[in-house]
Structures are given as structure tokens and as C-alpha cells.
């Protein structure tokens, strides 16, 4: 089956560690996406790529760090920097970032701090 | 700036009865409208969507019409079930900024038999 999963599906964060989030898509899309959720709240983009090897800051990219060494993968890092990381987090992908490409998304990670 | 903003809820309904969630939008240009549902504990999935003004999106018996006329993009559906119970956003992608969607800040539907 092709789409996009992330791992894990919760992770649980101590003060001053650095965490990664995987998000994995078997689709052949070139752009990759990471959205942050708080509750009542809509989507906001952190990071996005639009090729390998290439990702730019999206709104609210303080605190985060992605990296785009393969086709398929674009984790992100939730640094301590983040002071406060805990939210639901999505990873999205569309074939193209042409603006009429749909994004899928995948099931998410709830990131915790403990 | 580009902007959605939609209904707040929770849009509380009974089974069979008729669904409307508003929608509108503020953007320059003509931007792709989309909505999107999630559902408890999951991500999004894309339910329907227009790209250029007058479509008509339609999914699983929900349609959206895009009119720019109004600068809506308003969900329907004439019978909901207690399966579609559910967060429904609203979401433009801008013509000038293609990396990006914009989301409303989500309506919560619930349906009750």
C-alpha cells in the first residue's frame, strides 16, 4: 500500500532533550511537509521541501530541524530549544508543490513533555 | 494577508439531518480550497476540493462549491451519519505561496443517532 506513516505514534520528551519525529512516504512525491496542531486550533507549517536535499523554514520554524538526504524521508527534530513542543505533529506530502497538488498527510505523532 | 476562517463549534446534529459548515476565505488571486476531516486520534484525510472558481468538490455525499463571488468554500451534506462525526477543516493554498496551506481553526461535527 502506498502513503505516508510516522513514527512513533506517541513520544514522551525530558526537559533539555533533543527528540526526532520520522515521517516516511512511499509515494514517489518530491514536496514533504511538517504541520504543528494544538488542540482547537488549526494546522501551522513548520518546515517544508520541495526537492532533496532542499527544505525551507515554514511559520513558526524556531525550535525545529528537519533534514531532506532522501526521496522518501523528512524527520523532524524537536530541539530543546522548543519551549513548548508538546502538540500532535504532522508530516504531509503532495507529488509536486505545484499549488493545485492535493497534500496527504499521515497519522501523526503526539509529542508529550514529561 | 490570506486567511480562513470557519463556523466554530461543536456543530452538534442529529442522524439524517442536513449539514452545513461555513467557510470563507480571504486570499488574493484565485487559491485552491480544500476541506479536510479528522477524526479522534488520527490524521487528516482530504475530503474534497476546488482549484478554480464556480467548481463544485464532492466526496462520500459532501460537496463544497467554490464562490468567489462571496469568497466561500461552505461543506454540505443533505443526510450526515453518526460515522461522519468528526473535525472538518477548511484550507487554501495560496496561488503565490505553493508550498503552503492556510486552515481554518476546525468545527467539530456530532452526531447523534
Known amino acids: 500500500d502506498g502513503g505516508i506513516t510516522q513514527s512513533p505514534k506517541y513520544l514522551f520528551r525530558k526537559e533539555g532533550q533533543n527528540v526526532t519525529l520520522s515521517c516516511e512516504q512511499n509515494?514517489?512525491?518530491?514536496?514533504m511537509y511538517w504541520y504543528r496542531q494544538d488542540p482547537g486550533q488549526g494546522l501551522r507549517l513548520i518546515y517544508y521541501?520541495?526537492?532533496?536535499?532542499?527544505?525551507q523554514k515554514g511559520d513558526i520554524a524556531e525550535g525545529y530541524s528537519v533534514s531532506r538526504e532522501k526521496k522518501e524521508s523528512f524527520p523532524l527534530t524537536v530541539t530543546s530549544a522548543q519551549k513548548n513542543p508538546t502538540a500532535f505533529y504532522l508530516c504531509?506530502?503532495?507529488?509536486?508543490?505545484?499549488?493545485?497538488?492535493?497534500?496527504?498527510f499521515g497519522p501523526g505523532t503526539r509529542l508529550l513533555v514529561l | 494577508g490570506n486567511s480562513v476562517t470557519q463556523m466554530e463549534g461543536p456543530v452538534t446534529l442529529s442522524e439524517e439531518a442536513f449539514l452545513t459548515i461555513n467557510c470563507t476565505y480571504t486570499?488574493?488571486?484565485?487559491?485552491?480550497l480544500f476541506w479536510y476531516v479528522q477524526y479522534p486520534g488520527e490524521g487528516l484525510q482530504l475530503l474534497l476540493k476546488?482549484?478554480?472558481?464556480?467548481d463544485k468538490g464532492s466526496n462520500k455525499g459532501f460537496e463544497a462549491t467554490y464562490r468567489k463571488e462571496t469568497t466561500s468554500f461552505h461543506l454540505e451534506k443533505g443526510s450526515v451519519q453518526v460515522s461522519d462525526s468528526a473535525v472538518y477543516f477548511c484550507?487554501?493554498?495560496?496561488?503565490?505561496?505553493?508550498?503552503?496551506?492556510?486552515f481554518g481553526s476546525g468545527t467539530r461535527l456530532l452526531v447523534r443517532p
Open positions: 504531509a506530502s503532495s507529488l509536486t508543490s505545484d499549488p493545485q497538488e492535493t497534500q496527504y
Open positions: 521541501s520541495q526537492i532533496v536535499n532542499d527544505f
Open positions: 476546488a482549484t478554480k472558481a464556480d
Open positions: 486570499a488574493t488571486g484565485y487559491p485552491s
Open positions: 509515494l514517489n512525491h518530491d514536496a
Open positions: 484550507a487554501l493554498r495560496p496561488m503565490d505561496s505553493s508550498y503552503k496551506l492556510i
